[in-house]
């Protein structure tokens, strides 16, 4: 592949009250990668290091509603978040995505890599999972 294949980052952020996980694309946006697990502000400082070394194409935030796609808690804290998330990055374009399940999704998807037990349950792993998870069925529906 040439030089002009390589594109700038697609980010996807799983936000939690607690935890923050979150993935990146590679830089040929065909494979999501697990970053790591944040705060809100430790989370802004990873964001900055990637737009300034890779570029950021666009973020993906996953959005949390009820199986009967009406809007909870969750989504008004989300709704807030991102809200702040384009104060900071008003050139770069914000999608929500719906994350029903993704949680216990992400969780069998670990089950069944074999990732022991352990593992799974160190806090993060999972919110950087979910992230990962979330980012690439989007890459995979988009190509």
Same mark, same amino acid.
């Given at each position: 592949m040439?030089?002009?294949?390589?594109?700038?980052?697609?980010?996807?952020?799983?936000?939690? /009250?607690?935890?923050?996980?979150?993935?990146?694309?590679?830089?040929? #946006?065909?494979?999501?990668? +697990?970053?790591?697990?944040? %705060? *809100?502000?430790?989370?802004?400082?990873?964001?900055?290091?990637?737009?300034?070394?890779?570029?950021?194409?666009?973020?993906?935030?996953?959005?949390?509603?009820?199986?009967?796609?009406?809007?909870?808690?969750?989504? /008004?804290?989300?709704?807030?978040?991102?809200?702040?998330?384009?104060? #900071?990055?008003?050139?770069? +374009?914000?999608?929500?995505? %719906? *994350?029903?399940?993704?949680?216990?999704?992400?969780?069998?998807l670990?089950?069944?890599?074999?990732?022991?037990?352990?593992?799974?349950?160190?806090?993060?792993?999972?919110?950087?999972?979910?992230?990962?998870?979330?980012?690439?069925?989007?890459?995979?529906?988009?190509?």
């Amino acid at each position: 592949m040439s030089i002009e294949s390589i594109k700038k980052r697609i980010i996807a952020i799983d936000y939690g /009250t607690k935890r923050i996980g979150l993935a990146k694309s590679d830089p040929f #946006q065909m494979f999501a990668q +697990p970053v790591g697990t944040y %705060d *809100e502000p430790s989370l802004m400082q990873e964001l900055e290091k990637i737009a300034s070394s890779d570029g950021i194409e666009c973020f993906l935030v996953g959005y949390p509603k009820n199986s009967d796609d009406t809007e909870n808690r969750m989504t /008004t804290v989300v709704d807030r978040f991102v809200e702040r998330l384009q104060s #900071q990055y008003p050139n770069i +374009p914000i999608e929500k995505i %719906d *994350e029903f399940g993704s949680s216990r999704q992400a969780g069998a998807l670990l089950r069944q890599s074999g990732t022991r037990k352990k593992q799974r349950q160190k806090k993060g792993r999972l919110d950087q999972a979910v992230a990962a998870m979330l980012l690439q069925s989007y890459l995979e529906h988009s190509l």
